[in-house]
């Protein structure tokens, strides 16, 4: 199970994942999502440990880690289609670094 604290739509989404080959995920699906609410958020993360017993990884959005290069394609992950990515005010990407030297 994944669950990520998403800052960037202020929600908490919880995942259940299918299986990784190569570092790849092949599936997931949506459990549950709902807005940034530490009470909700403690109360489902207890039940679920209640009931079940798969292992959760936890992810925050605030501390992503960039893979190396900026990803323009991934269809394993959903980005088959568009991926125009918005920078933050002052906020550079690696592009951006390859683009002004």
């Not at 440990?49 to 990884?57: A, R, Y």
Request: glycine share 6%; hydrophobic share 30%; with cysteine.
């Amino acid at each position: 199970m994944l669950v990520v604290d998403n800052r960037f739509y202020n929600c908490y989404t919880f995942f259940l994942l299918g299986h990784h080959d190569h570092d790849k995920l092949h599936y997931r699906w949506d459990l549950v999502e709902f807005e940034r609410n530490k009470a909700k958020y403690g109360q489902v993360l207890k039940d679920l440990k209640d009931h079940c017993q798969l292992s959760i990884e936890f992810r925050d959005t605030d501390h992503l880690v960039h893979p190396g290069t900026d990803v323009v394609f991934d269809a394993s992950h959903g980005h088959g289609f568009s991926t125009s990515y918005k920078k933050r005010t002052g906020q550079q990407t690696n592009t951006d670094h390859h683009q002004e030297a």
